[in-house]
């Protein structure tokens, strides 16, 4: 018999640079999100090609901003200026 020749999904890959352009994160905030389970995981096409699938990607921007709009994400907390050691704000 022949190949199947409609794809099931057509799946995208894209490397670093791109990553970058999509997802405004530093690469050791990904790696350490990928670590714990929250960011897609990278895989490796060759022994020196790493690229993450698209569609996945895609899928953790939507979680994301769902999650935004529900206020579910924990936000980091607001510094107090006065403690400040160097230049603290008077009131």
């Known amino acids: 018999m022949g190949m199947n020749t409609t ?3 057509s799946r995208r890959t894209i490397r670093r640079q ?3 352009e999509i997802v405004p994160l530093a690469d050791s905030t990904i790696f350490e999100m990928e670590q714990r389970g929250e960011f897609p995981q990278r895989f490796y096409l060759t022994s020196r090609c790493v690229v993450w699938d698209l569609g996945e990607v895609e899928r953790w921007l ?5 999650a935004s709009g529900t206020k579910s994400i ?3 907390p607001t510094p107090d200026v006065r403690l400040r ?3 603290p704000v008077r009131q």
């Not at 939507?62 to 769902?66: E, G, K, L, V």
């Open 7 to 9: 794809p099931v999904a």
């Open 18 to 20: 791109q990553l970058r």
């Open 62 to 66: 939507d979680a994301r901003r769902a």
């Open 74 to 76: 924990k936000l980091a």
């Open 85 to 87: 050691r160097a230049k």
